[in-house]
């Protein structure tokens, strides 16, 4: 079913990105799946900069679509088919920001907006949005997910 809204959406997977350094890319517990900070990248394309400096409000936003896209295929690898996802629960968002930024929030409702649109009403999750100084590599957001298996 969700492969079905992906493709109906027009939303093709990005290949998987590897973890950076000593940790998994995501971990399942007791029926809950904890899927690491990612990053905005798809294939070899890399969104860095300071949302509010280097980027607009609308590329952020981008970027955590981006990341968003890149959690699910983290997520599809390791499930083997999302529709073992019953409810996203929460969404870590860090975005990287220019002095004075504040519009965190809005930036990482590219993220939110995706998995709603993908999940429905079980995508939508409680969720926190934070500025940061700097952020690994550049990278314009990183964005951590918590979720409930079937």
Not at 21 to 39: E, W
């Amino acid at each position: 079913m969700i492969a079905q809204r992906l493709s109906a959406l027009g939303i093709v997977l990005p290949p998987v990105f590897p973890p950076a350094a000593n940790y998994l890319g995501c971990v399942i517990d007791n029926g809950t799946v904890h899927v690491g900070g990612h990053g905005p990248i798809a294939g070899v394309e890399v969104v860095r900069g300071k949302v509010g400096g280097d980027l607009t409000l609308d590329q952020g936003r981008e970027a955590a679509k981006l990341t968003a896209l890149s959690i699910l295929a983290t997520l599809q690898s390791e499930l083997g088919d999302l529709d073992r996802i019953d409810r996203i629960v929460k969404v870590f968002g860090m975005v990287n920001v220019a002095p004075g930024f504040d519009q965190m929030p809005a930036v990482i409702d590219g993220c939110s907006d995706l998995l709603v649109e993908v999940f429905g009403d079980a995508g939508r999750h409680t969720r926190s949005a934070v500025g940061l100084a700097e952020l690994p590599f550049g990278i314009a957001v990183e964005i951590e997910l918590t979720a409930r298996l079937r």
